[in-house]
């Protein structure tokens, strides 16, 4: 399973304490701060205590990537600040580089929100060097999900429209516990964005009526979680996805049973993973192109100027327009 937690390259005697730096190479850690002015800074608002938001100070709130963080922000609305770790849309979120900065943060947030699942164990190591006491939501606990029989767990939540709602009504609930004279902005955000998902999911179900069990293929599981919710089956081979997640070459043998679902006309549509590209995706890309496969491209970060719900149903508005339905 590939996370984008690297190797602890360097310890650097600062007062917030360790500075963890990526090994690969290219990446870099994008901190920012949103609240619902839209305003973006370079650290973390004071925070650390429940009584921020009731003294009209913003609860400051980190999270790992700014899907989570954008989730927290939209139920939190003007009483969050809020960090997101890792944000920036042109790069590939499995190689950056952590900091000082970074830690401090975490060491100031009175509320911390991580994806879990091994995607983002960076938290867990930095947290560990800070003397923060802040509730931690790992979206993969909230979700309740495992590992398929015989295989591993797909982290990547965060498609998975039941598991962001939970996630919602966590953070809700949490940030009530910080500022309880909020507790019915929380509340109603909350249901506002669950509504919001619900929608969404209806869309979801609507392609599922119609192109249940049509063929498709991934570079890799990150947008697996909706693509099983509409119905649809992924033909990759195993082999292929595995690899090219753990880094690994593909079996040659594997790679051309991949591209032959394209001049089979097998695959409906190639779901493309376009944040973590090589050689061998790039192949398969080429392929879909070549045989007039649609291509939709996914990501692991949100792009600019789209928040979580709009991201989202541009991305269930191209999964179905990818297959065919074009209503």
Not at 112 to 125: K, L
Not at 243 to 264: G, H, I, K, S
Not at 269 to 289: D, H, I, M, R, S
């Amino acid at each position: 399973m590939r996370n984008i937690q690297r190797t602890a390259a360097a310890a650097v005697a600062l007062a917030v304490g360790a500075v963890l730096v990526a090994c690969s190479s290219g990446g870099s850690t994008a901190l920012t701060t949103s609240s619902s002015a839209g305003a973006m800074s370079t650290g973390a608002s004071t925070g650390g205590s429940a009584a921020d938001g009731a003294t009209g100070t913003p609860i400051s709130v980190v999270a790992s990537t700014n899907v989570w963080g954008d989730v927290v922000q939209q139920v939190g609305g003007q009483y969050v600040d809020v960090v997101s770790i890792i944000s920036d849309p042109s790069a590939d979120p499995h190689s950056y580089e952590a900091n000082a900065q970074t830690q401090l943060a975490l060491s100031k947030a009175a509320l911390v929100v991580e994806n879990g699942g091994g995607y983002d164990d960076f938290m867990e190591t930095m947290l560990k060097g800070t003397t923060s006491s802040a509730p931690v939501i790992n979206a993969v606990e909230v979700s309740g999900k495992h590992a398929a029989a015989g295989g591993e767990l797909n982290e990547h939540v965060w498609y998975d429209f039941p598991t962001v709602d939970k996630v919602a009504q966590q953070i809700a609930t949490e940030l009530t516990k910080l500022d309880p004279a909020n507790a019915a902005e929380f509340t109603s955000n909350a249901k506002t964005f669950s509504g919001s998902l619900a929608e969404l999911t209806t869309q979801v179900q609507a392609v599922k009526a119609a192109h249940a069990g049509t063929g498709v293929a991934i570079t890799e599981p990150v947008p697996l979680y909706l693509l099983d919710a509409a119905g649809l089956q992924n033909v990759i081979p195993p082999e292929f996805s595995k690899a090219v997640e753990q880094d690994t070459d593909v079996p040659p043998a594997v790679l051309q049973e991949t591209v032959t679902l394209f001049t089979d006309k097998k695959a409906k549509a190639l779901f493309y993973n376009e944040q973590t590209t090589g050689p061998q995706t790039e192949t398969v890309l080429a392929a879909a192109k070549t045989n007039a496969i649609a291509v939709v491209p996914v990501r692991e970060t949100l792009p600019d100027g789209m928040d979580y719900l709009q991201w989202m149903k541009a991305n269930v508005q191209s999964m179905a327009q990818a297959i065919g339905d074009r209503r």
